[in-house]
């Protein structure tokens, strides 16, 4: 079956750590992106990427970063300078950049203690 | 920035019809979105509607456009309790180069007996 996945589903960090967030798709997308989400607000846009070895910041990308090194897999690391990094962690892909059309992963949540 | 607002929750009877209210900024979207999440689960596209429409029907769902006062809806007839989830508007913004979604912070339904 198609689809995004998203490793690990829950994930406990502690202060000062650097984590990585696994993001896999096997429907052959060009774009993948990477949003964030809080209780009470909108899904925001972390990083995208349009191609493979291409990504660009999104709306609240300091303290993250990303690569794009193969089609299939666009990972997250949120890094020790994110400030307040427990959140809901979605990853998403559609067949290019700016289709309205987004398939998402199950999401990863974080919480750092 | 551009802006999409929604009422944070609804409660509904199973049985009766739910209506989802929505307001966005960007008069020049192209298409308005509607997207489900289920509990721990990531966002699925619901319906979308093109900008010069005013309706769209699907089944159990129709959404409603007036872009004069730039406010979306969507109603679900026959409201089920499978129907209980977070329910996110979003419109289409070309920004930084790219096209981007903007969503809104979702409305919380939940159905009852």
């Known amino acids: 079956d198609g689809g995004i996945t998203q490793s690990p589903k829950y994930l406990f960090r502690k202060e000062g750590q650097n984590v990585t967030l696994s993001c896999e798709q096997n429907l052959n997308h060009d774009a993948m992106y990477w949003y964030r989400q809080d209780p009470g607000q909108g899904l925001r846009l972390i990083y995208y990427s349009q191609i493979v070895n291409d990504f660009q910041k999104g709306d609240i990308a300091e303290g993250y970063s990303v690569s794009r090194e193969k089609k299939e897999s666009f990972p997250l690391t949120v890094t020790s300078a994110q400030k307040n990094p427990t959140a809901f962690y979605l990853c998403?892909?559609?067949?290019?950049?700016?289709?309205?059309?987004?398939?998402f992963g199950e999401g990863s949540r974080l919480t750092v203690l | 920035g551009e802006d999409v607002e929604q009422s944070l929750f609804l409660s509904v009877r199973e049985g009766d019809s739910s209506v989802i209210n929505c307001t966005y900024t960007?008069?020049?979207?192209?298409?308005l979105y509607w997207y489900k999440q289920e509990p721990g689960a990531g966002l699925q596209l619901l319906t979308y509607i093109f900008s010069n429409m005013d309706m769209k029907q699907d089944q159990r769902l129709t959404v409603l456009l007036n872009k004069k006062d730039k406010h979306l809806s969507l109603r679900i007839a026959d409201t089920q309790t499978g129907d209980s989830a977070i329910y996110f508007c979003?419109?289409?913004?070309?920004?930084?180069?790219?096209?981007?979604?903007?969503f809104g912070a979702g409305t919380r339904l939940a159905v009852h007996p």
């Open positions: 960007d008069s020049s979207s192209t298409y």
């Open positions: 998403a892909s559609s067949p290019r950049q700016g289709d309205g059309e987004l398939f």
């Open positions: 979003a419109e289409s913004e070309f920004s930084g180069g790219y096209n981007k979604l903007i």
